[in-house]
């Protein structure tokens, strides 16, 4: 089972080179600690609390490394939350409905 953290970035109350340089080492530290990255969202095969704990843990250890600004790391958080990938839905994909499946053989 997959689960997937979600970290978006404050853009609108932080200029966009911080943040960036925010998100590079996020980027970099969640994947150091396994996760990988699909678009902006961070997907491990862990179940979701060993998940849940990993990701805190990765920012919490950013947050006691780093200094942004003199700053607290979860300041620049505007999301930081985790689902469970089973009910994802791709919605630039068809619908379960609209997949037509033949039982009868062409050959």
């Given at each position: 089972?997959?689960?997937?953290?979600?970290?978006?970035?404050?853009?609108?109350?932080?200029?966009?080179?911080?943040?960036?340089?925010?998100?590079?080492?996020?980027?970099?530290?969640?994947?150091?600690?396994?996760?990988?990255?699909?678009?902006?969202?961070?997907?491990?095969?862990?179940?979701?609390?060993?998940a849940c704990?990993?990701?805190?843990?990765?920012?919490?250890?950013?947050?006691a490394h780093?200094?942004?600004?003199?700053?607290?790391?979860?300041?620049?958080?505007?999301?930081?939350?985790?689902?469970?990938?089973?009910?994802?839905?791709?919605?630039?994909?068809?619908?379960?409905?609209?997949?037509?499946?033949?039982?009868?053989?062409?050959?």
């Amino acid at each position: 089972m997959s689960c997937a953290v979600v970290i978006n970035l404050d853009y609108e109350n932080n200029s966009e080179e911080v943040c960036q340089e925010i998100w590079d080492a996020i980027k970099k530290n969640m994947i150091q600690a396994g996760f990988r990255l699909d678009n902006r969202v961070f997907i491990t095969n862990r179940e979701k609390e060993e998940a849940c704990t990993l990701a805190r843990s990765v920012i919490e250890n950013m947050e006691a490394h780093l200094e942004f600004d003199q700053k607290k790391l979860f300041l620049y958080l505007k999301d930081f939350y985790a689902y469970d990938m089973e009910h994802t839905m791709n919605l630039l994909l068809p619908s379960n409905d609209d997949i037509l499946v033949s039982t009868e053989s062409k050959f």
